[in-house]
């Protein structure tokens, strides 16, 4: 099943992040994406007013990639060797520097100017060269911390049963998880299936040095399908994990934001959560006909398990 599941990842990677991937290209990563949406997928969330308040309005919150904790998350590397050198390439910078010397040298110069002029053509050059690295400080350097700034993250997991997850996000098993169905969404929402982005776990930041190098030569804008998808990647570090993300762009923000109505199909109560937030969770569960499940430790093994609380199909049965 990892097998399968990597490769096909790694297809809508391919599909996505390549130069000069057609529309063809696009809509097969599309199709791969849907037909793997997993049938639920959780969001964890320690108790607050907020996330009460988002339970309660069936919303979702949506956090500045810049403030995630992954200090890497939404990188991109761009190498400045890369770009200067393409561009002196193209222009076939050496060769012109020394068919300027050459040129020079055919007029016969005093034997004594000869070293002089040299070195002011390759100072010239150097000049240039610099300019050039000046040039990538001010416009292309900025690139990836204006992109992380707009960006805009609500991060999902394929597992409710993560002891790692309840720790990290939910204050210590204290909080709660929903779970969401969202794969009719993605069969009617074509802005919604292009939101949702299963992460793809490398060791290596996107590197986006030729995509910046091929649009500087070509005077076009970065593909949107690049700027659109490249929060997917990750660290290994986090495949645990098994992260699914919805990706939104805004202009930057001091907060985020909620957005959309998605109402959960169940909720899971933390095994440690404080038995008032339980009392309140499991009411407004009901109010808003919503599955109640607790997670508790097992006694014979490091797992959680979920035991049912309130399941509104007995319930309706009563």
């Keep these: 099943m990892e097998t399968t599941q990597r490769h096909w990842k790694e297809e809508i990677a391919d599909k996505i992040f ?32 907020y996330s009460i308040k988002n339970f309660k309005n069936d919303q979702i919150w ?11 998350d939404s990188s991109l590397g761009i190498d400045r060797e890369i770009i200067v050198q393409g561009l002196l390439e193209k222009e076939n910078f050496d060769e012109c520097v020394q068919q300027t010397i050459n040129d020079y040298m055919k007029t016969n110069p005093p034997p004594e100017e000869i070293e002089e002029v040299k070195a002011e053509i390759h100072e010239l050059a150097a000049a240039g060269i610099a300019l050039l690295n000046k040039k990538f400080e001010e416009c292309v350097a900025p690139i990836p911390s204006f992109l992380q700034d707009r960006t805009y993250i609500s991060c999902f997991s ?20 929903l779970e969401y169905d969202f794969t009719e969404y993605a069969k009617t929402s074509a802005n919604f299936l292009e939101a949702l982005n299963p992460v793809i776990y490398d060791n290596k930041i996107f590197d986006l040095s030729h995509h910046t190098l091929d649009i500087t ?13 490249f929060p997917l990647l990750k660290s290994q570090a986090w495949s645990y994990e098994e992260e699914w993300r919805l990706i939104l762009f805004d202009e930057p923000r001091d907060t985020g934001f909620e957005k959309g109505t998605f109402k959960p199909k169940a909720i899971y109560l933390g095994a440690k959560i404080d038995e008032k937030d339980k009392a309140s969770l499991i009411e407004l569960a009901k109010e808003k006909n919503v599955d109640v499940y607790q997670m508790k430790l097992k006694n ?19």
């Design 300 to 318: 014979t093994e490091f797992k959680l398990e979920a035991h049912p609380e309130y399941i509104v199909s007995r319930e309706t049965v009563k």
């Design 18 to 49: 390549t130069i000069g991937a057609t529309d063809e290209d696009l809509d097969t990563a599309l199709k791969l994406k849907r037909d793997n949406i997993p049938q639920s997928l959780y969001k964890y969330r320690a108790v607050s007013e």
């Design 62 to 72: 949506f956090n500045s990639s810049s403030k995630m904790n992954d200090p890497y």
């Design 158 to 177: 394929e597992k409710k049963d993560s002891i790692l997850m309840w720790s990290h996000y939910t204050n210590n098993h204290e909080g709660f998880c």
């Design 217 to 229: 030569l070509k005077r076009t804008k970065l593909d949107s399908r690049v700027v659109r998808n």
